[in-house]
């Protein structure tokens, strides 16, 4: 996945960490899931890390000879962004960056490609006391949270007739869940370099990076949002999953997680996942008189996990489960 979103190119250059924080888009209102409470944003913080890498063939003097006559200095760039920031009035990341990939390649028409990556940088809204209802959303203050986030990947370039979208990914960043009881892991294969027991109750603590992809990005982009995948709806498909599934591995877990975002938004073609196993190290096994335990941050090395899957993928498993289904009623 990273390797198809890298800049093939060896010549290009830009600016990474430009920090923008603009207050009061348009909010977002989403299609809402049975997994999920979230149904958009007010976006009264739309706060982003962006990154702007740009290249041209006409560059080459740049490096070769030194001549920056057409060199439009990172400094800029960044000036270029934050000051054209003002100008966005969408409510998503993903048309956040095609309108400032579309304004930069408009204004330095010697460019004939621009990639630019946004991480979402998360500010939750805080409840206080109200007269109304007993705690209402604030509204202006908002906490800076240091949890999973959505990155965002948007490539374009200069076509015969007008902009060409060459390149675009989604994901959710850092999702860090604990599961305390209800996992397992056993059943592996057992022979003279086996040293680890089975469990049938581990506390199950995972990373995970998940990643979707429309079948056609003009989903992601309408106006009204009508076919918008929110990262907030995918993290909480992650955690009712998680929470509902007695998993027998990190690979079973990630599986049905990916099969129940296919079936939920029929507008992607594609989801894939990253995890990592960060399982705690069990110390007290039970606390006396509860079902308490002890633990302990895992130690180096970690485990990993990998899965991509596809549309085919989510109708092959739906022939599995109604042969089963048909198999049993017989
Ligand atoms: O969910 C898991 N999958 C594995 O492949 C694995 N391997 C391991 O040591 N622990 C785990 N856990």
Redesign the pocket.
């Given at each position: 996945m990273m390797e198809h979103n890298s800049i093939k190119r060896t010549m290009h250059y830009g600016k990474g960490d430009v920090l923008v924080y603009r207050t009061f888009v348009k909010p977002l209102h989403v299609q809402p899931i049975p997994e999920s409470a979230f149904t958009g944003t007010d976006n009264v913080v739309f706060a982003l890390n962006v990154k702007i890498t740009v290249w041209a063939d006409a560059l080459l003097s740049s490096f070769s000879e030194g001549d920056n006559t057409l060199v439009v200095a990172t400094d800029s760039m960044k000036n270029f962004i934050l000051r054209r920031t003002a100008d966005f009035t969408g409510s998503t990341v993903e048309s956040y960056l095609q309108f400032m990939a579309t304004v930069f390649m408009d204004k330095y028409t010697h460019l004939t490609g621009i990639e630019l990556s946004a991480e979402r940088i998360p500010f939750d809204p805080v409840l206080v006391p109200s007269d109304e209802t007993p705690f209402q959303e604030s509204g202006l203050v908002y906490r800076h949270s240091r949890n999973e986030s959505g990155v965002y990947t948007f490539r374009m370039e200069r076509g015969e007739n007008g902009y060409r979208i060459v390149g675009q990914s989604a994901k959710l960043s850092n999702l860090h869940l604990i599961k305390v009881k209800g996992s397992m892991?056993a059943g592996?294969v057992r022979d003279e370099y086996t040293t680890?027991a089975e469990s049938f109750d581990r506390p199950l603590y995972i990373y995970l990076n998940i990643g979707w992809e429309y079948a056609d990005y003009g989903d992601a982009l309408l106006e009204e949002a009508e076919r918008y995948v929110p990262a907030e709806q995918i993290s909480d498909i992650t955690h009712t999953l998680f929470h509902q599934l007695n998993s027998p591995?990190?690979?079973k877990l990630i599986y049905d997680v990916g099969l129940r975002i296919l079936e939920r938004y029929p507008q992607l073609g594609k989801v894939w996942f990253e995890s990592n196993?960060r399982t705690w190290e069990t110390i007290v096994e039970q606390v006396p008189g509860s079902e308490g335990r002890v633990y302990t941050e895992p130690r180096p090395p970690y485990?990993f996990?990998g899965f991509s899957m596809t549309r085919s993928d989510l109708q092959a498993a739906k022939r599995v489960q109604e042969a089963a289904a048909a198999a049993e009623s017989k």
């Open positions: 892991f592996f680890l591995s990190i690979q196993n485990g996990q």
